[in-house]
């Protein structure tokens, strides 16, 4: 590979972190092979030097002795390790003959998250999965971001037009359901957001938060306000309401750009503040000053994430979100929600007529599609109901389903159940284990990279390209490689769009992925000074500039317009009018909400096999208030039994003043070692999966996408 930096004497590399969404840009000091170091890229002009605690995490990664570089095959006799070439072959023979036999939607795929960070499943997965026609395609965006995706879709007419928080120019930014300080940001790329929060106190704004625990990001904030979770909704509606009842609504700029907007003036009705304060928990005076305080500000931004895109309501408020933006003016202006200019731009300028939702429904539970695939809360109930299209074998590419997707007992169950599944993973972790094949691809400091999705979402724009840093294993196949073989034995047509066959290998030759990005940014808007050999060459990374307003140009509605009312929304509101559901009035039997949280050093389930990532205080415990405490009986430090309808764990509980009464908080991702994986250093650490607790049928009705926040538990002391 002659891309390789030399592997011979001391040398320093520089490449981009593919652990979050921030894309910090890191240098590597590395000899002979091995890993010296792990820094802060100072030159990177995006990140400038900020990383996080879990940048080091690639080198344990890359040193795993758990790390598998060999596919296996499960026998009678346990693990076997194959050739590749036997196991692709296995693998599209497995596909082939359930297909002919049980039909195409037989087989299903999940796609975990860490293919968003691998340029070469973005580049190259989708021909395969295509070639699959199947219908029951999942991925975690039903655990995590479908909601943004319907927004952008039926509001600006695609669904990766989801619009970003220009943080760098806000002076008040309103945060809801999103803890950066932690995540780092997401749907929003934002290496060392620490500093660019402070730097927004410095210029005399504020910065607030909306969330049922007072967060690491609540510590740093002017303000926070708890919330009663999965109310978001019905804050962000009495929200609007007040705009529309003070005359304050501005749609400045984009007054011509938008249609619908009576109907937005009709369906607060019944929604303000005073209506609400005691289901969203929040006082109507507080709500008012928000909405108040936002307005007054010169450059505000409401920006949201995960908290409220995974609750029951999750559609309707980010929906609801977007529209609150455009109608204060805050939309498309410096300091508040923008969309980006990216190098390689993924979206495109061609209206997007044919994007519809909904345009086929899941067998079972008759879940809508978004965007081509269905939410991942169906899949265990379409692979344990007999029937046409019954799934009986399973694709799992770079995820981990039976840990991060609700209800895992029932989905593992379901998994037990099937006649074949292959995963593309380099661990034998709690889903890959259940596995007959598995494609170990490379580790990320072996591959190339370009952030194809998160430049999208970044609050800069920005572009950087990172060469591999170590050669891959000998006969170690590339995921591009093992992607593309598979597409050519499922079926031996054309191998890419409008390149006939010729084999995969002569494809990837001629083209490959420096071919692949190099046709991307001829298309780009910096076509005329960027182009691959550039890139390739600036190993820090280039800064595009600010974000800067990109409408009317960027609408791909059919009609130009910005539709502030997409009618899907509004039927779900009848829905909401109806509180005697919301989370706000607990049935006797579940008093507790349950929400998530995550740690500075995990990565959803996978960091747990570097003893960096999991030395000291356990990270999986669960966060009760002090005062419920004191009411049950439990102290701090006790092990706590919490049950919901379809599940029950136990955990250690810290009391804390810091969480909304009557709330309570369990991190996501843990739970190794109930499956006895081979991950010797997470299975020491295994802690408890919360998605034993989540429920299948709790849901965001509109989209199917899992309602992990606001979820009914009850506790008790063990
Ligand atoms: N209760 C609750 N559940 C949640 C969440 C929550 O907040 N609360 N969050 C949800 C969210 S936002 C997400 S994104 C999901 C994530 O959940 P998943 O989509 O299941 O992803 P991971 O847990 O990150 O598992 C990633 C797997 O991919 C493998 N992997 C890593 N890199 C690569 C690679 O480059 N190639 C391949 N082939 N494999 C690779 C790892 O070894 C690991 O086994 O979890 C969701 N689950
Ligand atoms: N360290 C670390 N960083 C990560 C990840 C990780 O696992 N670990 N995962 C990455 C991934 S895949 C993603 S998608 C991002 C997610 O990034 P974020 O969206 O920032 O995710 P969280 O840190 O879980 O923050 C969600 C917040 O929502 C709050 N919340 C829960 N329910 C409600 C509610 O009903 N209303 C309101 N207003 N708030 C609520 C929770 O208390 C929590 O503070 O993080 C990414 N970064
Ligand atoms: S913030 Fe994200 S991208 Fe930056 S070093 Fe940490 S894990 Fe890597
Ligand atoms: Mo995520």
Not at 30 to 42: L, M, P
Not at 103 to 131: C, I, K, Q, T, W
Not at 423 to 449: G, Q, V, W, Y
Not at 483 to 501: F, P, Q, T, V
Request: proline letters at 5%; hydrophobic letters at 40%; a neutral charge.
């Amino acid at each position: 590979m002659s891309d390789t930096t030399s592997n011979d004497e001391k040398s320093l590399h520089y490449r981009t972190c593919t652990l979050c969404e921030a894309m910090c840009g890191i240098e590597i000091t590395h000899s002979q092979g091995k890993i010296i170091s792990i820094k802060g890229d100072k030159q990177d002009p995006f990140s400038k030097g900020h990383i996080c605690p879990k940048a080091v995490a690639l080198q344990d990664l890359y040193s795993d002795k758990d790390r598998l570089t060999e596919p296996l095959m499960k026998t009678d006799d346990g693990w076997k390790k194959v050739s590749w070439k036997v196991a692709l072959e296995a693998t599209a023979k497995g596909f082939k003959s359930i297909q002919k036999q049980h039909g195409n939607d037989a087989v299903g795929v999940y796609l975990g998250n860490p293919n968003v960070h691998n340029l070469e499943s973005m580049l190259f997965g989708s021909d395969f999965y295509r070639s699959l026609k199947t219908k029951n395609k999942f991925s975690a965006t039903s655990v995590d971001q479908l909601p943004h995706h319907l927004a952008a879709m039926t509001m600006f007419g695609h669904p990766l037009l989801m619009p970003i928080p220009d943080i760098d120019h806000c002076d008040h930014m309103l945060i809801m359901g999103a803890n950066p300080i932690v995540s780092n940001g997401s749907i929003m790329s934002v290496p060392n957001v620490k500093k660019r929060l402070k730097a927004i106190q410095t210029r005399g704004g504020k910065i607030i938060t909306i969330d049922p625990r007072f967060t690491e990001t609540s510590k740093i904030a002017d303000q926070h306000h708890f919330i009663t979770p999965g109310s978001d909704a019905l804050l962000v509606m009495a929200m609007i309401h007040f705009l529309f009842d003070q005359q304050l609504v501005d749609l400045a700029r984009l007054a011509d750009h938008v249609e619908n907007i009576e109907q937005v003036e009709k369906m607060i009705e019944g929604f303000d503040a005073n209506t609400v304060a005691s289901d969203v928990g929040i006082k109507a005076d507080d709500i008012r000053q928000l909405v108040a305080d936002f307005v007054k500000a010169d450059h505000a931004v409401l920006y949201a994430r995960i908290g409220v895109s995974t609750h029951e309501f999750g559609s309707v408020v980010n929906w609801l979100v977007n529209l609150f933006n455009i109608l204060t003016g805050c939309f498309d202006e410096a300091g508040g929600l923008m969309l980006t200019n990216p190098a390689i731009d993924v979206v495109g300028s061609k209206v997007a007529k044919k994007l519809k939702f909904a345009r086929f429904h899941s067998r079972v539970s008759k879940y809508p599609e978004t965007i081509g695939e269905l939410p991942v809360v169906a899949l265990a109930e379409e692979i344990l109901t007999p029937g046409e299209g019954q799934i009986k074998a399973m694709f799992i590419g770079a995820g981990n389903p039976l840990l991060s997707t609700p209800n895992n007992s029932m989905l593992e169950k379901a998994f037990d159940q099937l006649d074949f599944i292959v995963s593309l993973d380099f661990f034998l972790n709690e889903t890959s284990r259940k596995a007959d094949i598995i494609l170990p691809p490379p580790s990320a400091l072996e591959r190339p990279h370009y952030d194809l999705i998160f430049n999208h979402l970044a609050v800069r724009n920005y572009a950087r390209y990172s060469k591999p840093l170590f050669e891959r294993k000998k006969g170690q196949m590339s995921e591009s490689e093992i992607y593309m073989s598979l597409r050519e034995k499922m079926a031996n047509k054309d191998l890419i769009s409008g390149i006939k066959a010729k084999g995969y290998k002569w494809v990837l030759k001629r083209l490959g992925v420096k071919g692949m990005l190099e046709k991307g940014l001829k298309k780009g808007p910096y076509a005329n000074t960027l182009n691959i050999k550039k890139l390739s060459e600036l190993e820090h990374g280039i800064d595009l500039g600010e974000l800067t307003p990109q409408f009317p140009k960027k609408i791909l509605t059919a009609n130009g317009k910005i539709n502030l009312a997409p009618e899907i929304y509004l039927k779900d509101l009848e829905r909401l009018k109806d509180t005697t559901h919301l989370t706000s009035k607990p049935d006797q039997k579940f008093k507790f909400r349950l929400i998530g949280r995550r740690a500075p050093r995990t990565c959803n389930s996978w960091l747990h096999n570097s003893y960096r990532m999991v030395k000291g205080k356990p990270a999986c415990i669960a966060l009760i208030n002090d005062e419920d405490a004191k009411s049950i009986g439990i102290e701090d430090g006790q092990l706590i039994r919490v049950t919901s309808r379809v599940g029950q764990v136990e955990i250690p509980v810290e009391t804390t003043n810091e969480i909304m009464p009557s709330v309570i908080s369990i991190p996501h991702g843990w739970g190794h070692g109930k499956n006895d994986t081979n991950l010797s250093i997470a299975n020491a650490h295994q802690g408890v999966s919360v998605n034993e607790l989540t429920d299948e049928k709790f849901v965001d009705k509109l989209t199917g996408n899992a309602a992990l926040n606001g979820v009914p538990v009850s506790i008790e002391a063990v």
